[in-house]
């Protein structure tokens, strides 16, 4: 499997879990049920967005990174997110939650659409299928080895 194909699978989970979350905050659930949905894609939306950094960017880092460059922009969404995730975890009041969930949920939905419309293919076009592979099973042995 090429890590690409691995981080977009994970994508689609994370949309999943996105719906849910919306359809409690839509239909009332109380804030202890929102805020255990969002712990449930806290911990694997961090270590996606880790492994990203670890075992993608690098290999795109001369094409794509520099300053206000693609790589810098998903790096900075990332610790935006990982911000807007730490104040949701903490148990916060009802009109806490809403406001930041809001702005996580859009934050996260246009992050991942950049990713899957701009990242994905220019990294399939600037690194070779074999690299790719390659790197899915170095960082499924890394992150096993965490």
């Known amino acids: 499997m090429r890590i690409l ?4 699978s994970e994508h689609d989970v994370f949309i999943t879990q996105l719906d849910v979350i919306e359809t409690l905050t839509r239909t009332g659930a109380e804030v202890p049920s929102v805020v255990a949905a969002i712990r ?8 996606h967005a880790q492994n990203e950094e670890r075992a993608l960017f690098p290999d795109l880092a001369s094409s794509l990174g520099g300053e206000g460059g693609p790589l810098a922009v998903l790096t900075e969404e ?6 807007q995730l730490d104040r949701l975890t903490a148990d916060p009041p009802r009109w806490e939650l809403e406001g930041v969930l809001d702005a996580f949920l859009r934050l996260l939905r246009a992050h991942i659409e950049k990713e899957e419309r701009i990242l994905f293919p220019a990294a399939a076009e600037l690194i070779d299928d074999t690299r790719l592979e390659r790197l899915d099973r170095e960082m499924r042995l890394t992150t096993a080895a965490r």
């Open 78 to 83: 990332h610790r935006v997110l990982h911000g």
């Open 5 to 8: 194909d691995r981080f977009s």
């Open 40 to 47: 449930t894609l806290a911990a694997p939306l961090l270590v």
